[in-house]
T-cell receptor
């Protein structure tokens, strides 16, 4: 595997379900990101991790819970979601988030539908 | 209010001609700009970037122009090829913002043979 991979690619869940999205990067990067893309809206940054520590949380509801056990893996735990949370969830990684601006490399995304 | 705007949701160009994709921004603190390309069912892929200290960056068929006074950047693709058909996103960032990229909504480019 190369690049950034995400599983599952598609997910349908009810509002009372608990599910997790998984992201893995094979690029040796130190920073990982979760983005959300809703229909007809720009990509919105949700969370940033650098060296497994969360450095940015853009006021995301607590029903989204990220976890970064190591620099290669990133999870997004979902519980009691709402239908308006249906979107494409994209994971990205970059070498770092430091003072240099690093190019981010994206995974293919998980298409989530909340019923 | 959107800080990065791509006002054309779609653009259609004939193969071999030039494609020009535009992007406007409002935040004068942005100092780094990127273009990403996205095919259906794939994540965005990095295409080309430009720092605010430059006004042009070229990579093969792709050239990005930055006009800081107008807060405007554009991506030129010459010559356009059918394989360039995709959604193009403009993104901007501020140095030291912990990787916070602000994206536009995207422009769907269709290159017709």
């Amino acid at each position: 595997e190369t690049g950034v991979t995400q599983t599952p690619r598609h997910l349908v869940m009810g509002m009372t379900n608990k599910k997790s999205l998984k992201c893995e990067q094979h690029l040796g990067h130190n920073a990982m990101y979760w983005y959300k893309q809703s229909a007809k809206k720009p990509l919105e940054l949700m969370f940033v991790y650098s060296l497994e520590e969360r450095v940015e949380n853009n006021s995301v509801p607590s029903r989204f819970s990220p976890e970064c056990p190591n620099s290669s893996h990133l999870f997004l735990h979902l519980h009691t979601l709402q239908p308006e949370d249906s979107a494409l969830y994209l994971c990205a990684s970059s070498q770092d988030t430091g003072h240099r601006i690093e190019t981010q490399y994206f995974g293919p995304g998980t298409r989530l539908l909340v019923l | 209010d959107q800080q990065v705007k791509q006002n054309s949701p779609s653009l259609s160009v004939q193969e071999g001609r030039i494609s020009i994709l535009n992007c406007d921004y409002t935040n004068s603190m942005f100092d780094y700009f990127l273009w990403y390309k996205k095919y259906p069912a794939e994540g965005p892929t990095f295409l080309i970037s430009i720092s605010s200290i430059k006004d042009k960056n070229e990579d093969g068929r792709f050239t990005v122009f930055l006009n800081k006074s107008a807060k405007h950047l554009s991506l030129h693709i010459v010559p356009s090829q059918p394989g360039d058909s995709a959604v193009y996103f403009c993104a901007a960032s501020v140095r030291g913002s912990q990787g916070n990229l602000i994206f536009g909504k995207g422009t769907k480019l269709s290159v017709k043979p």
